[in-house]
C-alpha cells in the first residue's frame, strides 16, 4: 500500500443490525441433467435437488488453511450496499487498508464502511471513502481478538485492497439481492467434512466450480438457476474455489463464506470444531 495518507478513524456509539432476505422461488421443473459432468443437475427449485443447509454468524478463523499455496485473488471491486466479516488476530490492533471510490457510477456520494462490533451490535469506527477515484490509504483502529461485522454503504462503485495477515470474509447469502462483486471475483469456500452435494444459486452464464485439484467441474450454462455438484470421494473436508462469481454465485449446502485466499477465510464454529479445523 502507498504511505501517502493515513487516516485514522474515530470511534462512534451508533448500533447497526444486519438481515438476510428470505427467498422465494418459483415452481419447479424437473431437474435437468449437466451434459458435461455426470451426477449434476439443474433446476427451478432447490429443494428438488439438494436440502439447503444452515450455518451461523459465530465466525472463527481455522488455522488449517494457512499454508495453502494457491493464488490470491487481486484487489477486490465493489459496487453497492453489502457486508463482510473482519476478525482481528491477537496482536492486530490497526486495520490498514487501500481504497477509492466513484469508480463505477458518476455519483457524488461517499463510500462508507462501519465497523460493528459482531458480538454486542455496536459501530465502534468508520471510514468515508470521497468519490473522486483518487487511492487513499486508511488505518482502523481496532480490538484484537474480535470479530466485526463491516456494513458498506456504497452507490458509486469503489475498489479495496487489504494485506494478506488479514482475515477478511465475505458471506454470499442475500439471493434477491444483487452481488457485490463487479468483475470476474474468484473466491475460494469449504466444503465441510461428509458433505455430498454442493449446491447453490448462480445468476448469469460463464461462473463456475473449481474442486482442490484445480479443475473446473461444473460451469453455468443456463441464467438464473439452482445447481448440484455430487462431492467426489475424498473431496470433503478441503477448500474449494468459485471462478467468474461476480454475478450472483450462492452457495446453500456449505457455508456461504467466501475469501480472497484460504487463509482469509472465516468459517462458523460448529464447523471450525466439528472438522478439527484448528
Known sequence: MKNDLIMYIAGISLI?????????????????????????????????????????????KPAAFDADPRPRTDVVNLAGNHHWYLFMKPGQSDFTFAGKTGIAYPIPINTKLTFVDA???????????PPDKVVRNYKVNLTPGKLYRIDVKDKAGFAIDWEPQFTMTHVNQELKKPSPFSDSYAAYFYVPKNTSVIGGYWKNIGARIVDPKGTVVLANTT????????????????????????????????????????????????????????
Open 16 to 60: 447497526a443490525q444486519v438481515s438476510f432476505a428470505d427467498t422465494t422461488v418459483a415452481l419447479a421443473n424437473e431437474p435437468q441433467p449437466n451434459p458435461a459432468k455426470a451426477g449434476a443437475a439443474i433446476a427451478d427449485n432447490p429443494e428438488s435437488i439438494f436440502t439447503p443447509a444452515k450455518f451461523s454468524l459465530d465466525l472463527v
Open 119 to 129: 458480538t454486542a451490535g455496536v459501530a465502534v469506527a468508520e471510514a468515508v471513502l
Open 223 to 278: 441464467e438464473n438457476t439452482y445447481f448440484s455438484y455430487p462431492v467426489p470421494e475424498g473431496m470433503d473436508g478441503k477448500i474449494w474455489k468459485l471462478e467468474q462469481c461476480a454475478n450472483n454465485c450462492y452457495l446453500m449446502t456449505v457455508p456461504p463464506q467466501i475469501a480472497r485466499h484460504p487463509r482469509e477465510l472465516l468459517l462458523p464454529k460448529e464447523v471450525v470444531k466439528a472438522d478439527k479445523l484448528n
